[in-house]
């Protein structure tokens, strides 16, 4: 059984920092990228970084950018580390893997999910 598996999130002043982890079990996913997403109330889930197969090929909104930094440990573990929190960046935080075509693919084109973990940004 494929699961990816969010952990990190929770409770932080402004300006503080997050690491999120991902891990994914129950099939090799050495071919496939890793997309960090985010859905706050109300909002659709949005794109926010991802990295490929490799621990390369990095992407970030702009919205995120140098303040954010995707990593890949392996195949099976990715990190997104969040620092100079905004309450604008409170959200349920996904990770997803997908054989997508470009480092901006949309969710539709992930097949695995994680469960999501709750990041609060309080101001």
């Known amino acids: 059984q494929v699961q990816l598996v969010e952990s990190g999130g929770g409770l932080v002043q402004a300006g503080g920092s997050l690491r999120l982890s991902c891990a994914a079990s129950?099939?090799?996913?050495?071919?496939?990228?890793i997309g960090w997403f985010r859905q706050a109330p109300g909002k659709e889930r949005d794109l926010v970084a991802t990295?490929?197969?490799?621990?390369?090929?990095r992407y970030y909104v702009d919205s995120v950018k140098g303040r954010f930094t995707i990593s890949r440990e392996n195949a099976e573990n990715t990190v997104l580390q969040m620092n100079s929190l905004k309450p604008e960046d409170t959200a349920v935080y996904y990770c997803?893997?997908?054989?997508?075509?470009?480092?901006?693919?949309?969710?539709?084109?992930?097949?695995?999910w994680g469960q999501g973990t709750q990041v609060t940004v309080s101001s």
């Open positions: 129950g099939r090799t996913f050495t071919t496939y990228a």
């Open positions: 997803a893997a997908g054989r997508i075509t470009s480092p901006r693919a949309r969710s539709h084109e992930y097949e695995y």
């Open positions: 990295i490929n197969w490799s621990g390369g090929g």
